[in-house]
Every structure is written in C-alpha cells, then in structure tokens.
C-alpha cells in the first residue's frame, strides 16, 4: 500500500472541493467554540456531520495504536478516518486562532445583535434535529425533558473562583471538550463556570512563552483524553438507543435557549484588564420597538433562515 492509497483508504472527503466545504463546516464550528453559550456540536448538528463525527474520533481506537507501536505506518494512516478529521479541524483551527478576537470584539460591542444571530441558528436546528426524530415515544419525550433539565441547570451555574494547578488545567480540558461536541452546551461556558475562560484564553494570545506553553499542552492533553473517551460513549448511545439520544440532545439545546437570549439585565460584572466583563445576568424583554430591537429581530429571522437552507441542501444531497 502505498502513502496516497492509504490516505484514501478510509472514509473523507474525496475531493478538495468537498475538503473545503467540511473545513468551512469546521470554521463555523470553531467559530461558535470560542463564544460561552454556543456549541461546536450544536453546528455539527445544523450541518449533518454530528454523527460523521462521532464514528470519525472512534476511529482513533486501540487498533490504530497498535498500528503505530508496529511502525506500520501507513496500515495507522488507512485506520484512521484522516480526511475528514484534517479537513475538519483546520477549519476549527483557523476559526479558533484568526475568529477568537473577532467574536470577543462582536461579543463585547454588539451583543444583542450576535446574540440573536446565534438565537436564530439554534432555534433552527432545534426544529431541524426534532424533525430527524419521527414519531416521538413516551420513552423519547422524557429523554427530551431531562435533556433540557440538565441544560437548564448546567447554563444557570455562576462562575466560580478555581485553582490554576496543571491538574486542574487538565481536568478542565477534558469537561469543556465534552461540552464542545455536546449540542446546546458550550464548552467556552463551561470553562467560565470552573473559572478558567479568560485564564486559557489570555495563554493563547502569547502562547510560545514557556509558561503558557505548558498550559496550552496540559489543556490540550486533556481535551484528546476527553475527546476520544466521550466521542465513543457519544457513538454507543446513536448506534443502540438512537431516538433516546437525539431526544436527549434536542432537549439540551431547548435547555440552552434561555442563556442565549439577545436581551439581558447586568447583575453582576466582573473586572478584567481594565474592563468590565457581564457574568451573570437575568433575560427580559426589550422596554421599546426600536432601531436595534428591529435589526435583532432581523438577525434571528436570517439565523433561522440560514439552518433552514443548510439542512434542506443537505437534506437533497442525501435523496440524490
């Protein structure tokens, strides 16, 4: 076997059309990473690559391992389902480097107006996964509920103070890496409730500094463990109780909407670096129709729009 036989040997991609559309999927995935209340698998999700996913992670196994102590090489390269998973995180990677300021910037300037794209999209791919689910059981519709409890839960959490010890660090890469490929649970939420959001994220704009770098690793190292030990659980639970799973993702999702809200009352700010960061606050209901209330309402409406024309496309993709 050859090196190129055995890049193709496994499921990808098969051309650099379709690589760069899976890497766009990947930008937009690394895109809602970075912002605390938007999951990565929620977009993986909107854009029919969950379970792709999912399969392509377990890929990474005991036998591909093997492979590699036996230097057989190209026998690891032909296991591991490569193309997708390189097409796939360059285009994470790129967003979560060049998209991370940008987000924080929007974040910051106008958040009612990202907030309530982002309202519009997952309220979209709500619709758009209940409608993979067929006719809803008893069993399916408890599932659902206690998605949607634990979501409740998990978002109304407030941030904590927590140790900056590298064993610390390491667990924190491996829950918020559960979180990223969960939909409706953001992994960047979840290291601002365990503390460590601005913590990471501050390593990042310097990270060839010796201490950051260490960091950067152990974070890393935990999120593979993470990633490769949940991906699976994630795959067992589609393959053998399927309907149960989708319901229980659709109800973190629903979970979730309240945190995503575009309109908000501070309660509570928090001071970093000379500016003031909202960590907790409660949802209301815009006081008047304005200017800004009519171009929020706006973005959820192109949001909504926009899952609907993916999941359609995709939709005729898989007929044809």
Request: some cysteine; proline content about 4%; overall charge positive.
């Amino acid at each position: 076997m050859t090196w190129k036989e055995a890049f193709f040997a496994s499921p990808g991609p098969a051309s650099l059309k379709k690589a760069s559309v899976l890497s766009l999927k990947g930008l937009c995935m690394g895109s809602a990473d970075v912002i605390p209340g938007v999951s990565g698998g929620t977009i993986a999700l909107i854009t029919g690559i969950y379970e792709e996913l999912l399969l392509a992670l377990k890929s990474i196994d005991a036998t591909w391992v093997k492979k590699i102590l036996n230097l057989d090489l190209r026998g690891a390269l032909a296991h591991v389902h490569v193309r997708f998973l390189l097409s796939l995180f360059v285009g994470i990677g790129i967003a979560i480097i060049s998209l991370a300021q940008l987000m924080n910037y929007l974040l910051h300037h106008y958040p009612v107006f990202t907030w309530s794209f982002f309202f519009g999209l997952i309220a979209a791919s709500i619709l758009v996964v209940s409608r993979q689910m067929g006719n809803w059981t008893g069993r399916a519709g408890i599932s659902f509920v206690a998605g949607t409890v634990v979501a409740a839960f998990i978002v109304n959490l407030i941030p904590v103070a927590t140790p900056d010890a590298l064993w610390f660090i390491f667990l924190c890469g491996v829950i918020a890496i559960c979180a990223m490929i969960l939909p409706g649970i953001s992994g960047a939420f979840i290291l601002l409730i365990l503390g460590k959001y601005e913590f990471i994220t501050a390593t990042l704009k310097n990270p060839f500094l010796p201490q950051h770098l260490v960091i950067i690793i152990v974070f890393c190292l935990g999120c593979l463990i993470g990633l490769l030990s949940f991906s699976r659980l994630l795959n067992y639970l589609l393959k053998n109780f399927h309907q149960l799973t989708m319901a229980f993702l659709t109800g973190l999702m629903v979970g979730s909407m309240p945190k995503i809200w575009p309109w908000k009352e501070i309660l509570e700010t928090k001071m970093n670096r000379g500016k003031a960061h909202v960590i907790w606050g409660s949802n209301i209901m815009p006081e008047t129709i304005n200017t800004e209330v009519l171009i929020a309402l706006g973005l959820v409406i192109i949001g909504f729009i926009i899952v609907l024309i993916i999941e359609r496309l995709a939709r005729g993709k898989k007929v044809n």
